[in-house]
């Protein structure tokens, strides 16, 4: 058995761990270097904390701007009219009983010429220069006047319930439009416009009151004048009482 010396043996196995030593760092590409990330906490929580005050001061503005134009939106609504096309129809219907009125003859509804014509109507004595035959006309004519003014009287009647017809219509209409009102104004509006149609109503039945009187006024000065004018015929007729002297 033969031995072999151990220092070439060892000095081979030397010299090939320092040639793959070699190898390996000729072969084996070097890695970059990384930078480490360091976390802060308190940094981080620092940053959450103000994005969160931030996002919250967002949300105010957000909801103030909101609330102002809500606001707007209010007070337009508050400024906004309300038409009010019945107005020109209670007009017309003002009128129609204001031009029946108008039809009053003989004695009219005005202050300065009522005085001349009822003292031409009913004279407060009974005129002896006159003929009968014109006393007998000027009695006609205050028939007729008396006959006249009760026709006017029913005719102005006739054109009131006609109108109260049309307002019931009108009445509604304005009661839906004040329910249906959105500002302050809208409602204010509308009860004017009810208020309206009730002082329409409270014309009517003023000149319907005023014809009726009118009628009744002529007719009791009428009844009196043919009194007074009978009375003064037959103190005529009969004369002093002395015609006849009996011998």
Known sequence: MRF???RPVIASIFGLGAAGA???????????AHAIIVFD???YSQNV?????TLSQINNQ???????AQSLINQAKNLS??????????????QKIDQLMAQASNIQFHVTLLNQQYQALYPTGFNTALTNNQHVADARTRLATSMSAYQQTMTV???VVENIAADETTLTSLATRSQGSQGALQAQ???NQLLALVAKQQFQLEHMMAAQYRADALESATRTQAQADAQSATTKFLGSGTAYTPQ
């Open 4 to 6: 072999f010396p151990r």
């Open 22 to 32: 070699l190898v390996m760092s000729v072969t084996v590409p070097t890695r970059p």
């Open 41 to 43: 906490p308190s940094n």
């Open 49 to 53: 904390l103000t994005a969160a005050r």
């Open 62 to 68: 957000i909801t103030m701007l909101q609330n102002q």
């Open 81 to 94: 009219v309300v038409s009010f096309p019945e107005l020109a129809m209670l007009q017309q219907d003002i």
């Open 157 to 159: 009647q006739a054109q």
């Open 189 to 191: 509006q509308t009860t």
